[in-house]
């Protein structure tokens, strides 16, 4: 007897089917075939054991396991619950009339217990999209799942469980996880970690960090140690716009599949914050792992909508530095293995920090003691292409003894956030219809349908370029900044001011180590 169970395989951020086919015939053995690894490879023992602890017979016949297609690699433990599924029916041990509306996967344990697996929400997400009524999913994954809509999403930790649902004797919906009641109520902002209030002067980084939240530009500062930096990006997270169901839902699917966060509860409620130390590979960075069979999302992924802060930035290895000019532009990156490739998301804000020489006191008077050679190797790994991509460049000094002494009160970051969602607004409504979110991300079409720039701005713009000698990237960054400048502003068009101040944010397109 032939029957067919729906799994499914993630290929980055989204899932395709996989149908396991069960054949039991006459003959001798158990075959498993469709280019498993040796997880699905090892499936078969874990299998043929639960289904004895509960009382399931093996039929003494062959048995013919095959993971459709077959020339696409499968990985991983959550076939063995398709697989027992498909055993039990294909051999007449019960009757499941849902089996062919379902989608199961699931880890199982010798026991018969069902244990967690990474991608639940993904799974569930593609079930929704592609006609299934039902989805089986161990309980920790399917908790994930709790937001979805036009779908049942069962949590089950047992092989029982499965069988009772699939025989559709499953009473009260005791298995299911997205009741009405279990859903995000709602996408609060958090609290920030650092208030803007917290931070004692730097008037102009805060200016700059605002610009940035409000149009997703990537900003570097450089500056001595102990001015700020690490506390002004932390605080800058705490103004970012709340995410829509949508986004929180793009971004809870990236964190589903690389088994991270806290998802039990739900949707993710605040956008990503991710902070890795400096000498992290590109594959850490990037993304990687594997063979192609199991490419995981790296740091510029798991930011994707949020915040990639990096600290000492130019101490990168320079490989990973220019590493990341793509993912920058692009907003995704592709990574290629042997025996496949993935498509990952990375919309991310790059906030960068460096200090401006080894010693990290040039430009505080006298006090550096570090020779304009050191400064120009210590800066060699940032590149003029880097450099480009960095909208906002700003320098940061130490604040002098008398105002932290005398300190004059701040405002807060819930004020801050206000204008920052009220820009957004704006950007949502010219963008209404495209893929693009904010200003950071148009492309040159849009700045030339979006930005149009009077004589008068225009004569400003080719000053600007002659006498700071910017590439034409640069210019086109220029003009992005101006763009959200205006939209915190309430301006529908772009400004002398408003160019002014974002070709002040140019100060380190030519890296200062004279």
């Given at each position: 007897?032939?029957?067919?169970?729906?799994?499914?395989?993630?290929?980055?951020?989204?899932?395709?089917?996989?149908?396991?086919?069960?054949?039991?015939?006459?003959?001798?053995?158990?075959?498993?075939?469709?280019?498993?690894?040796?997880?699905?490879?090892?499936?078969?023992?874990?299998?043929?054991?639960?289904?004895?602890?509960?009382?399931y017979h093996i039929p003494g016949k062959k048995i013919v396991?095959?993971?459709?297609p077959a020339d696409m690699h499968k990985s991983g433990s959550g076939y063995?619950?398709?697989?027992?599924?498909?055993?039990?029916?294909?051999?007449?041990?019960?009757?499941?009339?849902?089996?062919?509306?379902?989608?199961?996967?699931?880890?199982l344990g010798l026991d018969g217990s069902v244990r967690h697996i990474k991608g639940g929400l993904a799974y569930a997400d593609f079930a929704q999209k592609n006609g299934f009524k039902r989805c089986i999913l161990p309980q920790t994954s399917a908790l994930e799942a709790k937001c979805m809509d036009g779908i049942d999403v069962y949590g089950v930790t047992t092989l029982s469980d499965v069988v009772s649902i699939l025989e559709n004797t499953q009473a009260d919906n005791i298995l299911k996880v997205n009741t009405s009641n279990n859903g995000n109520k709602s996408l609060a902002h958090f609290e920030p970690e650092v208030d803007f209030a917290e931070i004692i002067?730097?008037?102009?980084?805060?200016?700059?960090?605002?610009?940035?939240?409000a149009g997703g530009h990537n900003v570097i500062m450089i500056g001595a140690p102990g001015s700020g930096k690490s506390s002004l990006a932390k605080a800058l997270a705490g103004i970012l716009p709340q995410m829509s169901k949508e986004e929180a839902f793009e971004c809870s699917k990236i964190y589903s599949i690389a088994g991270m966060g806290h998802l039990s509860q739900g949707l993710m409620q605040s956008r990503p914050f991710r902070s890795p130390h400096y000498s992290a590979s590109i594959a850490a960075i990037i993304?990687?792992?594997?063979?192609?069979?199991?490419?995981?999302?790296?740091?510029?992924?798991?930011?994707?909508?949020?915040?990639?802060?990096?600290?000492?930035?130019?101490?990168?290895?320079?490989?990973?530095?220019?590493?990341?000019?793509?993912?920058?532009?692009?907003?995704?990156?592709?990574?290629?293995?042997?025996?496949?490739?993935?498509?990952?998301p990375s919309s991310f804000t790059l906030v960068a920090a460096a200090n401006p020489c080894p010693c990290g006191y040039y430009g505080e008077g006298d006090k550096c003691t570090c020779t304009p050679g050191q400064r120009q190797q210590y800066f060699s790994r940032l590149s003029g292409p880097i450099m480009d991509r960095m909208d906002l460049q700003v320098w940061i000094h130490p604040l002098p003894p008398a105002a932290l002494s005398n300190r004059v009160p701040a405002e807060n970051s819930f004020s801050i956030r206000k204008r920052v969602m009220e820009a957004r607004r704006i950007?949502?409504?010219?963008?209404?219809?495209?893929?693009?979110?904010?200003?950071?991300?148009?492309?040159?079409?849009?700045?030339?349908?979006?930005?149009?720039?009077?004589?008068?701005?225009?004569?400003?713009?080719?000053?600007?370029?002659?006498?700071?000698?910017?590439?034409?990237?640069?210019?086109?960054?220029?003009?992005?900044?101006?763009?959200?400048?205006?939209?915190?502003?309430?301006?529908?068009?772009?400004?002398?001011?408003?160019?002014?101040?974002?070709?002040?944010?140019?100060?380190?397109d030519k890296t200062p180590t004279n």
């Open positions: 007897m032939l029957v067919h169970i729906y799994s499914a395989k993630c290929i980055g951020i989204e899932a395709v089917k996989v149908t396991v086919e069960v054949d039991i015939a006459m003959g001798i053995g158990i075959h498993l075939c469709g280019l498993g690894d040796v997880a699905v490879k090892e499936s078969l023992l874990r299998t043929i054991t639960a289904l004895q602890t509960l009382g396991i095959n993971l459709a063995d619950l398709p697989i027992a599924v498909g055993i039990i029916a294909a051999s007449a041990q019960k009757y499941m009339p849902l089996i062919s509306d379902t989608l199961i996967m699931g880890e002067g730097q008037e102009g980084a805060k200016r700059a960090m605002e610009i940035a939240a993304g990687g792992g594997g063979n192609g069979e199991n490419i995981i999302p790296g740091e510029v992924t798991l930011s994707h909508l949020g915040v990639l802060f990096i600290d000492e930035f130019n101490l990168m290895p320079k490989s990973v530095i220019e590493a990341l000019r793509a993912p920058m532009e692009d907003r995704k990156v592709t990574i290629s293995r042997l025996r496949g490739k993935v498509e990952y950007q949502s409504e010219r963008f209404r219809g495209s893929n693009i979110r904010c200003n950071a991300e148009m492309t040159n079409r849009q700045i030339e349908k979006y930005c149009n720039l009077n004589e008068d701005e225009k004569r400003l713009m080719q000053t600007l370029m002659e006498t700071l000698s910017l590439s034409m990237r640069a210019y086109h960054r220029i003009i992005k900044v101006a763009r959200t400048i205006a939209d915190i502003d309430g301006c529908p068009l772009i400004e002398n001011r408003h160019l002014m101040e974002a070709a002040g944010y140019r100060i380190l």
